[in-house]
């Protein structure tokens, strides 16, 4: 059984920053493609970042040079960092593993998910 559990969503002004962890258990992790996802409300599930097993990292556009993924192998963890938020980056944001070691922006090819933390970004 895997399992994603995801953590440190909370409320944040425009402008501030938060540090999301994902814990991960049942599977060894090592062929493993990890991202994160968000999904704001009325669109539709998008990705933000993710990481390679070796630490090959790919962001979303809209998020470069602000947000930081990371991956702590010892911990089986991956985090987000995300600073200088703003409003419109108010979501549910997922962790997902893909079964395979490589890139993708795809949610269909991401087959274990976490049941998501709400990030809310006031103005």
């Known amino acids: 059984q895997v399992q994603l559990v995801e953590s440190g969503g909370g409320l944040v002004q425009a402008g501030g920053s938060l540090r999301l962890s994902c814990a991960t258990s049942?599977?060894?992790?090592?062929?493993?493609?990890m991202g994160w996802f968000r999904q704001a409300p009325g669109k539709e599930r998008e990705f933000v970042a993710g990481?390679?097993?070796?630490?090959?990292?790919r962001y979303a556009d809209s998020v470069k040079g602000r947000f930081t993924i990371s991956r702590d192998k010892a911990k089986n963890t991956v985090y987000l960092q995300m600073n200088s938020l703003n409003p419109d980056e108010t979501a549910v944001y997922y962790c997902?593993?893909?079964?395979?070691?490589?890139?993708?922006?795809?949610?269909?090819?991401?087959?274990?998910w976490g049941q998501g933390t709400q990030v809310t970004v006031s103005s």
């Open positions: 997902a593993a893909r079964a395979a070691p490589d890139y993708s922006d795809s949610r269909n090819l991401y087959a274990y």
């Open positions: 049942g599977r060894t992790f090592s062929m493993f493609y």
């Open positions: 990481i390679t097993w070796s630490g090959a990292i």
